[in-house]
């Protein structure tokens, strides 16, 4: 649909009692009207000098925004203080997130932005069984491998494994694993960036990728029939290159996204890069999801110390996305 007719990205709450909702409050002010979207909660606890406007539904946004942040009400049980979590909230962080996903799924909203989760007070008080917030909108979508990727204007980066000891990723790095990886990676930025032809640069397990086999066997075992399959369809994918010579500004503007095989190799350099500003977005799913990369600050909430970039840049990436992907 042409892109003044899309429709709004919704915005989930998260814990009422984090920093969701004060760095989304940030993020309408920065914005200053530029993204078009809706805010799921509970208006009682949003900030009393939060200028909001309560709508019925998402089609209210475009009217309500130049006066405020858009409110569609969900009843919370309880008061939301910030940094004291309450349990009878739980719940209702569960629903915000189940009727936001609803709402991309039937074409009311073009994208869902996550406001941070504590995922313990799901697990204590609403009997939350997903080891987190990706894989609970992938059951929710039926998507079967959901990708994580974090995005700043100066790097992308995608981990094959993500939470998983370090010892244990050898053996949690499989070929099939790669594979569905590097093709999600390669078809979102595709369909969701607005990339024509992709490029991937491909990070190897070991120092020097594995020199020869000298510092271990991945890189030459696993890693490069996985590349080696991939280009001879067509893709442009170079690797397994040393990691650590990937990440300078040189390098990085030879590929427009780096797939590293665990955490730390992934996100170390986009946090030195773009702490503040970077984005966590999951691929694979049907609908478009984006995310500040930080967590509900219980520590800060309430205190004014919030710093709203990295939610005001998932709005950003969200709409972008949207964009891209209209017709």
């Not at 007070?121 to 998507?143: Q, R, S």
């Not at 700043?152 to 070929?175: K, N």
């Not at 640069?201 to 075992?221: F, I, Q, R, S, Y």
Request: glycine share 8%; with cysteine.
């Amino acid at each position: 649909m042409p892109e003044q007719h899309l429709p709004p990205v919704a915005v989930s709450c998260g814990d009422p009692s984090g920093i969701g909702i004060e760095v989304t409050v940030g993020a309408w002010q920065a914005l200053d009207g530029a993204v078009p979207f809706f805010l799921i909660a509970d208006p009682a606890h949003l900030p009393e000098s939060a200028p909001i406007v309560i709508i019925d539904s998402p089609d209210q946004t475009a009217k309500a925004l130049p006066r405020g942040v858009p409110v569609l009400l969900h009843a919370f049980p309880q008061e939301a203080p910030p940094g004291r979590p309450r349990s009878d909230n739980a719940r209702g962080v569960v629903e915000v997130i189940r009727r936001g996903v609803k709402l991309v799924q039937d074409g009311k909203a073009s994208a869902l932005c996550t406001a941070p989760i504590a995922k313990k007070e799901l697990v204590d008080h609403a009997g939350f069984t997903w080891p987190g917030h990706t894989e609970f909108l992938a059951d929710l979508t039926g998507a079967d491998r959901p990708v994580m990727m974090i995005a700043s204007d100066a790097l992308r980066v995608v981990p094959v494994t993500i939470h998983v000891p370090l010892a244990e990723v050898p053996t949690s790095l499989t070929e099939p694993l790669l594979e569905d990886t590097l093709r999600i990676t390669h078809a979102a930025l595709r369909d969701r960036f607005g990339i024509a032809a992709p490029r991937l640069a491909v990070a190897g397990l070991n120092p020097h990728a594995g020199e020869g086999g000298m510092l271990g066997t991945e890189d030459a075992n696993l890693i490069a029939p996985v590349c080696e399959r991939l280009r001879a369809e067509g893709m442009d994918i170079r690797g397994p290159l040393p990691a650590d010579t990937m990440f300078h500004a040189a390098a990085r503007v030879r590929y427009d996204a780096a797939v590293a095989m665990y955490h730390d190799q992934a996100l170390v350099p986009i946090k030195t890069l773009a702490f503040d500003t970077g984005v966590n977005v999951t691929l694979g799913l049907p609908i478009i999801r984006t995310s500040p990369d930080h967590g509900t600050a219980f520590d800060i909430a309430g205190h004014g110390l919030a710093n709203p970039a990295s939610m005001t840049e998932a709005l950003k990436l969200a709409w972008s996305m949207a964009r891209a992907g209209s017709p």
